[in-house]
T-cell receptor
Framework: EPEVTQTPSHQVTQMGQEVILRCVPISNHLYFYWYRQILGQKVEFLVSFYNNEISEKSEIFDDQFSVERPDGSNFTLKIRSTKLEDSAMYFC????????FGPGTRLTVT | AQSVSQHNHHVILSEAASLELGCNYSYGGTVNLFWYVQYPGQHLQLLLKYFSGDPLVKGIKGFEAEFIKSKFSFNLRKPSVQWSDTAEYFCAVTSNFGNEKLTFGTGTRLTIIP
């Protein structure tokens, strides 16, 4: 069964550093999403992506965040200058009416 | 704006007990509704979904949910739980246009005691 995959599973970085979180969506899906879950809180929408452009973004998704589909398979989330409050689990999802989630990347900012 | 409320934060049941987890949503238009489950150490998996038609929907692993439009509710049920149902359960909603963001509830942690 096709799956969404994410790498790395855990990323530790220092405050102010740039991180890139990678996702490989399910191959025939056209819509891609990033969500995050801060420990103990709800899963929150960050951004959706279709046809090589952002279709919607939340207020969390400020100028320090960007997304890209650099090739036919990967979908990346970049955080330019990480803050302590960016520590969270980041989930990639793909799909249309149904969204399929990857296993997540745990980002720890120290 | 959409919102989802899950009032049960932590539910503890014995095996074979019946389960009902509450979910209420707030949205001005027509919605699609979902229940996701997250087993310990695993990713979010879709349990079941409602788009239209029969308001009683059946999902995987013996779960079902009923959409009651007048109550803006989509409660999750299972007649007899198992220890392996121990997990976090999330209710979520999108508008019914498709390709829309999911808005999640805060989740309900379910612990099944053998």
């Amino acid at each position: 069964e096709p799956e969404v995959t994410q790498t790395p599973s855990h990323q530790v970085t220092q405050m102010g550093q740039e991180v890139i979180l990678r996702c490989v969506p399910i191959s025939n899906h056209l819509y891609f999403y990033w969500y995050r879950q801060i420990l103990g809180q709800k899963v929150e929408f960050l951004v959706s992506f279709y046809n090589n452009e952002i279709s919607e973004k939340s207020e969390i998704f400020d100028d320090q965040f960007s997304v890209e589909r650099p090739d036919g398979s990967n979908f990346t989330l970049k955080i330019r200058s990480t803050k302590l409050e960016d520590s969270a689990m980041y989930f990639c999802a793909s799909g249309d009416y149904e969204q399929y989630f990857g296993p997540g990347t745990r980002l720890t900012v120290t | 704006a959409q919102s989802v409320s899950q009032h049960n934060h932590h539910v503890i049941l014995s095996e074979a007990a019946s389960l009902e987890l509450g979910c209420n949503y707030s949205y001005g238009g027509t919605v699609n509704l979902f229940w996701y489950v997250q087993y310990p150490g695993q990713h979010l998996q879709l349990l079941l979904k409602y788009f239209s038609g029969d308001p009683l929907v059946k999902g995987i692993k013996g779960f079902e949910a009923e959409f009651i439009k007048s109550k803006f509710s989509f409660n999750l049920r299972k007649p007899s739980v198992q220890w392996s149902d121990t997990a976090e359960y999330f209710c979520a909603v999108t508008s019914n246009f498709g390709n829309e963001k999911l808005t999640f509830g805060t989740g309900t942690r379910l612990t099944i005691i053998p």
